[in-house]
């Protein structure tokens, strides 16, 4: 089991910044990668960044160059740091967790952090 604790949402202004945080907790060995999702009213969930074991980085093409995500080893913490929000960023935002299971993997998903991005 992996427990994933999201903070840091909130409202902001267009072309402000914001950083997310994804604490984990439990077996955190087993974990592969993490991400961040996000899910905006009447869509559906999307990938916003993953990061894996290694420190391999994916995004989506809508925030390259605008977010960065991280982890601290140290910490079990995967970050999210988003510059020149834009009012589209606005959504609920949720940390994953993709853990090995078996000789499967299984995908963790912490709370959800609302995002909202007026312009």
């Known amino acids: 089991q992996v427990q994933l604790v999201e903070s840091g949402g909130g409202l902001v202004q267009a072309g402000g910044s914001l950083r997310l945080s994804c604490a984990a907790s439990?077996?955190?060995?087993?974990?592969?990668?993490m991400g961040w999702y996000r899910q905006a009213p009447g869509k559906q969930r999307e990938l916003v960044a993953a990061?894996?074991?290694?420190?391999?980085?994916n995004y989506a093409d809508s925030v390259k160059g605008r977010f960065t995500i991280s982890r601290d080893n140290a910490k079990n913490t995967v970050y999210l740091q988003m510059n020149s929000l834009k009012p589209e960023d606005t959504a609920v935002y949720y940390c994953?967790?993709?853990?090995?299971?078996?000789?499967?993997?299984?995908?963790?998903w912490g709370q959800g952090t609302q995002v909202t991005v007026s312009s």
């Open positions: 994953n967790a993709a853990a090995r299971v078996g000789a499967g993997e299984y995908d963790y």
């Open positions: 439990g077996s955190i060995f087993s974990i592969n990668a």
């Open positions: 990061i894996t074991s290694g420190g391999s980085t």
